[in-house]
């Protein structure tokens, strides 16, 4: 099972929070006035266009990107001030699944889960180590445990996903961070990978974003949807709320017909 919430959390803290972000790459605006705030065991929904700026957000979440204006808070520190060293620390109480997957195609997939172990901030706590039973474990929970000795480029598409996710998990974060987990998989498979997540979350007590195009895979993750349009938040809430507002642009979007 995913391994157990540490107890030491201050519950009542954001997890992470964008204060009217503005940030431009290569001359275009790619994130224009943003607030979120993620708050430990709520999920999240980030929904919108390729392009629209959802991976940016995700990776100014983290101090990948630091943003021209507004701040970036993560566990009420704020990224523009953080030392290297700082920013290092903070990262280890992350988990990010990345849209290729990013597993270290030459060493098997159960090691693959340790490695991240180890760069966890559980992995530095003696008195609670991720075990290779954890691991093992774990990759029970995802169907993959005869896959733990299997290299990465020997699995399928949705196999690679759903390592992905398990090594994004292993280290007990106190933030998850899903970037288009279903993206070019069939649907049959898109819906095992968010029943998976879901199932996941229910013995986490981690703040989970994920990222989508797709308003279906939004809709079975969470309520709590942000419709991510320019770089704004162009709206938020339930898929019913926001189709009650009988917008357009949302209108079109959720019937998959993209207006561009």
Same mark, same amino acid.
Request: aromatic residues 2%; glycine residues 8%; positive net charge.
């Given at each position: 099972m995913v391994p157990s919430p540490s107890p030491s959390r201050a519950p009542t803290q954001a997890v992470a929070a964008l204060q009217d972000v503005q940030? /431009? &790459?290569?001359g275009r605006v790619?994130? !224009?006035?943003?607030? &979120?705030?993620?708050? @430990?065991?709520?999920?999240? $929904?980030l929904l919108g266009e390729s392009s629209c700026g959802k991976s940016v957000l995700l990776k100014t979440l983290v101090g990948l990107f630091r943003p021209q204006r507004g701040r970036a808070l993560l566990f009420g520190r704020d990224l523009a001030q953080a030392s290297p060293r700082e920013l290092a620390t903070l990262r280890r109480r992350i988990g990010m699944q990345f849209q290729a997957g990013a597993l270290f195609d030459s060493i098997p997939v159960q090691l693959n889960l340790w490695l991240?172990?180890?760069?966890?901030? =559980?992995? /530095?706590? &003696?008195?609670? @180590?991720?075990?290779e039973a954890d691991i093992l474990d774990l990759l029970g929970q995802v169907g993959l445990r005869e896959a733990a000795d299997r290299l990465p480029a020997s699995l399928s598409g949705g196999m690679r996903k =759903?390592?992905?996710?398990?090594?994004? #998990?292993?280290?007990d974060p106190e933030l998850a961070i899903f970037d288009e987990p279903t993206a070019g998989l069939d649907p049959q498979t898109s819906s095992l990978i968010i029943n998976l997540l879901n199932n996941l979350a229910q013995n /986490?007590?981690? $703040?989970?974003? #994920?990222?989508?195009?797709? @308003? !279906?895979?939004?809709? =079975?993750?969470? !309520?709590?949807?942000?419709?991510?349009?320019?770089?704004?938040a162009y709206a938020t809430g339930s898929l019913t709320e926001l189709r009650a507002r009988g917008d357009p642009y949302i209108d079109n979007y959720l019937q998959r017909q993209l207006v561009v």
């Open positions: 940030l /431009s &790459l290569g790619i994130l !224009d006035g943003l607030s &979120l705030t993620l708050q @430990p065991g709520t999920k999240t $929904a991240a172990s180890q760069e966890s901030s =559980r992995g /530095s706590k &003696l008195q609670n @180590p991720v075990t =759903r390592a992905a996710l398990a090594r994004a #998990l292993i280290g /986490s007590q981690a $703040a989970m974003i #994920l990222a989508t195009t797709d @308003p !279906d895979v939004a809709r =079975r993750f969470t !309520d709590q949807v942000i419709l991510i349009r320019a770089g704004q």
